[in-house]
């Protein structure tokens, strides 16, 4: 026994002095903790075999876990700590023209304000100067490359907002993001780079950030061209040939598991009621 305590003195000073605040310390990766029960301990009445100096250290580790600030590591993401309040939320709307990304970002945004969450509500191409540029491409017609990277440039300020706003706790709804330029110019740039899609994909992985959801509005080319038909004015994407592209292109993209299809044919009411299920069964955005 005076061999044993002999090694934990030694081992307690072999190592140095707790600082201020220490992050948690992980056990020796070929120490199994013993729980209540475990075969491993000696049966009750028999005496413990001889620690080696491992089971030292763990004993002297245990102890310096009871540092102040040792357990907030192994603390922060408790079970039942809502993660969202943490971390935040990146949802993005994608759809073809007319699919109603837009009149259901806002209702989602909505519901989740009521529901107790700070809600960042924003869209492609941004209302910033390097938006404008993209608008101002469409009447230009600037040509399908040059499109492509006044996207990318929109996105890569565009992402670096969507970061602060995640990392500072809120909801970030984006009413279309990446996957609408791997869409639409997936569609576009047919014929002028082999395979767009994964072209687009690649140039655009340094200014882009996963969705943590994307919530992908079905719609048919004819009814989404209806259902803009008033508006004053058309852009080159909003022809019933060019959609039916960038539909398939939605269906192709649309197979990840970040994804979910929604119907997106019925009355907004409906269309934010489902969507809210979505948001509920895979991130769990309910009451606060």
Known sequence: MAAVVREEDDARAALPAPPEAVPALREPSDVRPQLD??????????????????GVYKKVLNERSQH??????????????????????FITIEGIDGAGKTTIAHRIGAELRRRGYRVVLTTEPTRSWLGDA??????????????????????????EQIRKWVAGGAIVVSDRYADSTYAYQGARLQGIVPVPIRWLRAVSAPVVIEPDLTLLLDVSPRLGLRRIAARRKKIRFEKQAFLEQVAANYRTIGRGRRFARIDGSGPAADVTRAAMVVLERRLGLRDR
Not at 37 to 54: F, H, I, L, M, N
Not at 71 to 81: K, P, Q, S
């Open 37 to 54: 029960g475990d075969a491993s301990q000696p049966p009750r009445g028999e005496a413990a075999p001889r620690r080696g100096r491992v």
């Open 68 to 89: 102040r600030g040792a357990g907030f590591a192994r603390t922060f993401f408790d079970a039942g700590r809502d993660a969202a309040a943490v971390r935040g939320r």
């Open 134 to 159: 993209v608008k101002k491409s469409y009447d230009d017609d600037v040509g399908p490359l040059a499109e492509t990277f006044l996207f990318l440039a929109d996105r890569a300020r565009h992402t």
